[in-house]
């Protein structure tokens, strides 16, 4: 079955300090990869995606994030945590073709930043 | 460069009585959805449409209704509100780009609506 699994549901870092969020899916192909930020009372906002080409891909607000086939993982990483970055993150996954009846989502990480 | 806007984005509704949350986007999507955001849960997805005239059901559809008559909204009515209906509820859209499988497309989100039903 397809799945997301973010495994951590609660980090807190220092700020400065660097972070990595985990991702980790199950899917028979090279499915389509998204992370996603929720600030708190706010919508959902791209941070990046990943559909194809170079496994390191680099998104909005310093994050860069990097597939890895052989752990099927799409991990987030930021070299430096700022006060602005906590929130809620969410990987999600779509497969090739599919429509938007089979986007899923991850059950999120909150990140916490401690000053 | 409204994007997607939800209304109400509070709500309190009785246990029986009956609401419309309304979304609106203003980019020609041909795709919109609906989730719900409960905690420890994630979002998952209510309802979707991949145009006027088409709906479909997603993963907890139950207890809830949709169409979409223009491209632009895509009202959530609870019929006949429940306490297992309070919730976050976003809307989304996303557009398909030409020679793009469907799998790429770029979900927009609304802010949310936060109903409670007592």
């Known amino acids: 079955a397809q799945s997301v699994t973010q495994p951590d549901i609660h980090i807190t870092v220092s700020e400065g300090a660097s972070l990595e969020l985990r991702c980790n899916y199950s899917y028979g192909a090279t499915p389509y990869l998204f992370w996603y930020v929720q600030s708190p009372g706010q919508g959902l906002q791209l941070l990046l995606k990943?559909?194809?080409?170079?496994?390191l891909v680099q998104g909005i607000k310093g994050f860069e994030a990097e597939f890895k086939r052989s752990q099927s993982s799409f991990n987030l990483r930021k070299p430096s945590v700022h006060w602005s970055d906590a929130a809620e993150y969410f990987c999600l996954m779509r497969n090739y073709g599919g429509s938007q009846g089979n986007l899923i989502f991850g059950k999120g990480t909150k990140l916490s930043v401690k000053p | 460069n409204a994007g997607v806007t939800q209304t109400p984005k509070f709500q309190v509704l009785k246990t029986g009585q009956s609401m419309t949350l309304q979304c609106a986007q203003d980019m020609n999507h041909e795709y919109m959805s609906w989730y719900r955001q409960d905690p420890g849960m994630g979002l998952r997805l209510i309802h979707y449409s991949v145009g006027a005239g088409i709906t479909d059901q997603g993963e907890v559809p139950n207890g809830y209704n949709v169409s979409r008559s223009t491209t632009e909204d895509f009202p959530l009515r609870l019929l006949s509100a429940a306490p297992s209906q309070t919730s976050v509820y976003f809307c989304?859209?996303?557009?398909?780009?030409?020679?793009?499988?469907?799998?790429?497309?770029?979900?927009?989100f609304g802010a949310g609506s936060r109903l409670t039903v007592l």
């Open positions: 989304a859209s996303s557009y398909s780009m030409l020679g793009t499988p469907s799998g790429a497309n770029v979900l927009t």
């Open positions: 990943y559909f194809s080409g170079d496994t």
